[in-house]
């Protein structure tokens, strides 16, 4: 007599994927560089909005937006280098550099404004070039190289502008053949639902939008978060930090460059003595909006939030009736916070990844 014996199956093996731990949202949002940004501006709105009548208009807005822009479209750039490992103390004249270059061009020989503009792209594009070779041919550290540029930058805004001019402001170019055009491009604005809105609003979005996709869509993207988390290891599997450098230095040059057709635009002349002290601003929303000083972690929608923080601050210290100075005291206590902040945040997520 034969006996049948009920055998079961096997359970089908268990997959990586199965087997991996889910991350819960919080996990998820408090890896994101941005986060703290996205909160301390969460923070700073309700402040103002509280105290400030006039913050809470749309107007307001609108200026805290331009303000914004106006660090934010160069705190891009500054952002996508400090995430590859260096930093750019000249940033802040190269922007006035660029302005008196397309202006004593057009004026000085007659030339059409668009003239200017293209000379002065070239000239910029060459110094974000060769701050980027200095470093990386060298091994000299960026902020060395960098703070020489600064000054002589300096040097060279100030003494050209007076040899030339026979002051410390170019001559203004309002009546020069494409002026029209070149401040639709760079300086213009337009009415929305009653509220104007500078031309910088969108083009600053536009180039959080471009940098954006370039770190998270884009083989470059990798390439610059492994040239400033570990040189040596990227070079090793074939990152071209080199060229990866020099080029997020051009762009930092590029986007200088941009924001001082901007004030040219804006203002008719270029003072040769603006610019100092704002490459530090730069550096600032950089590290507000998450990225290391160390390298190899931020994002550029955080350097748009850390500008958009000192926007609302600039303005709404106006609106509340304050003493400017305490402006200052702001920026310092801001960037300690933030540094503390960012490193505590990327600490939580790397515990939590393991």
């Known amino acids: 007599m034969s006996t049948t014996v009920a055998t079961q199956s096997p359970p089908p093996p268990t997959t990586d994927s199965s087997a991996r731990p889910k991350k819960s949202v919080v996990t998820m949002l408090l890896g994101r560089p941005e986060i703290g940004a996205f909160a301390a501006a969460v923070a ?32 891009v750039g500054v952002a996508l280098l400090m995430i590859g490992g260096e930093f750019d103390l000249s940033a802040g004249v190269s922007v006035i550099t660029g302005a008196l270059t397309a202006s004593m061009i057009s004026y000085e020989f007659s030339a059409n404004m668009w003239v ?21 041919r060298t091994g000299i550290p960026s902020f060395l190289v960098t703070l020489s540029t600064f000054f002589m930058l300096q040097g060279i805004n100030l ?50 939008l471009v940098a954006t996709w370039i770190l998270l869509r884009t083989r470059v993207g990798n390439w610059i978060f492994a040239a400033g988390g570990n040189a040596a290891s990227a070079r090793a599997v074939g990152v071209p930090v080199n060229k990866v450098k020099i080029g997020l230095f051009m762009g930092v040059a590029f986007l200088a460059w941009f924001y001082g057709m901007h004030v040219l635009f804006a203002f008719n002349t270029v003072q040769s003595g603006q610019g100092v002290g704002n ?18 972690y931020g994002s550029a929608l955080g350097s748009a939030i850390g500008a958009f923080i000192f926007g609302m601050t600039v303005q709404g210290i106006v609106y509340a009736g304050w003493d400017p100075s305490w402006f200052r005291f702001f920026l310092g206590a801001m960037l300690l916070l933030a540094v503390l902040v960012n490193l505590y945040v990327k600490n939580y997520a790397t515990t939590r990844k393991a």
């Open 116 to 136: 200017g503009v293209l000379v002065s792209l070239v000239v910029m594009l060459a110094i974000g070039f060769i701050n980027g070779y200095l470093v990386v």
């Open 159 to 208: 003494g050209v502008t007076r040899q030339i001019t026979g002051t410390v402001a170019t001559r203004s170019v309002s009546d020069i053949d494409g002026f029209a055009s070149a401040q639709n491009v760079f300086a213009s604005d337009f009415t929305l639902g009653g509220v104007t809105i500078r031309i910088t609003v969108l083009w600053w979005i536009v180039f959080i």
């Open 44 to 75: 700073v709105f309700i402040f103002f909005f509280a105290i400030a009548d006039t913050f809470r208009t749309a107007a307001a807005m609108s200026t805290i937006l331009y303000a914004s822009s106006t660090i934010g479209i160069v705190a």
């Open 279 to 296: 490459e530090f601003i730069y550096i600032i929303a950089a590290v507000v909006g998450g990225a290391l000083l160390t390298g190899g």
